[in-house]
């Protein structure tokens, strides 16, 4: 005896081609998924992490709020970075009373940043063994990361011991690795001290004599930073010949 079909699913035929098509469908969707895998495992996170000086001294002649200008737009100047070989994260470290992390580590895209304050004293070896223990964090700045950058700008003298501190970042692995960039803000900043952080007698402690030039130096943090994004290989420094090093405030 022979039943007859009610289902309108059942046995249904597909128009000509509709396997090719499916098929077409599905090898596309697995290449964007391979695409999209790619992607993401080339991205490889740039660290860029900065020592802010916050003491009370930087209350004065506008000093504070150049500083916070400056690095929101860094932060805002990173998240339109777009590339598939380096991602920038961004975390910012200060040293005013005592040493925090203000902005923890983390992709400079999920950034949000708020203002700083001024208060205290100048604890920058603190800020120092934070760096440290920053950069050494494998959850933090994993093995994949391109070399960081620590980017330290004061405007004075460091009221703790800051000699060892900073010896033991110099010689950690990664801390001695990292690209380095100083700002001297004012007469009274310590050019000593940043240059040590700086360990290399032809590295140049920048200076701002204006609250106006924090501003410029960060405009060439994020010039270098984003040159070093775009480079085939960004854990080489740009050239001073680079048309993107072109270092003066």
Do not use: C
Not at 201 to 206: C, I, K, N, Q, S
Request: neutral net charge; aromatic residues 6%; charged residues 25%.
């Amino acid at each position: 005896m022979t039943m007859k079909n009610t289902n309108p699913t059942r046995n249904h035929t597909k128009p000509r081609g509709m396997d090719n098509v499916t098929h077409l469908t599905t090898s596309t969707e697995g290449q964007m998924s391979k695409l999209k895998e790619f992607t993401t495992q080339a991205a490889r996170p740039l660290p860029v992490v900065v020592l802010a000086d916050v003491s009370g001294s930087m209350g004065v002649d506008g000093k504070i709020q150049a500083l916070n200008l400056a690095v929101r737009e860094m932060i805002e100047a990173f998240q339109d970075e777009s590339d598939l070989r380096a991602e920038v994260h961004v975390s910012v470290i200060t040293f005013g009373g005592q040493s925090r992390v203000h902005l923890p580590l983390g992709r400079a895209r999920d950034a949000a940043w708020t203002d700083l304050g001024a208060n205290g004293g100048t604890p920058m070896g603190a800020a120092f063994d934070l760096a440290r223990t920053m950069v050494e964090d494998r959850n933090a700045v994993p093995s994949r990361a391109y070399r960081p950058t620590i980017v330290l700008v004061s405007d004075g003298q460091p009221t703790d011991e800051w000699k060892q501190p900073l010896e033991s970042l110099l010689k950690n692995e990664r801390g001695g690795k990292a690209f380095r960039m100083a700002l001297a803000i004012g007469a009274d900043a310590d050019h000593a001290v940043l240059q040590a952080f700086l360990a290399d007698p032809e590295a140049r402690v920048y200076r701002a004599d204006e609250a106006r030039q924090i501003r410029k130096f960060f405009q060439l943090v994020t010039m270098s930073v984003s040159a070093r994004s775009r480079s085939a290989n960004p854990n080489v420094a740009p050239s001073a010949g680079d048309p993107n090093g072109g270092w003066d405030l």
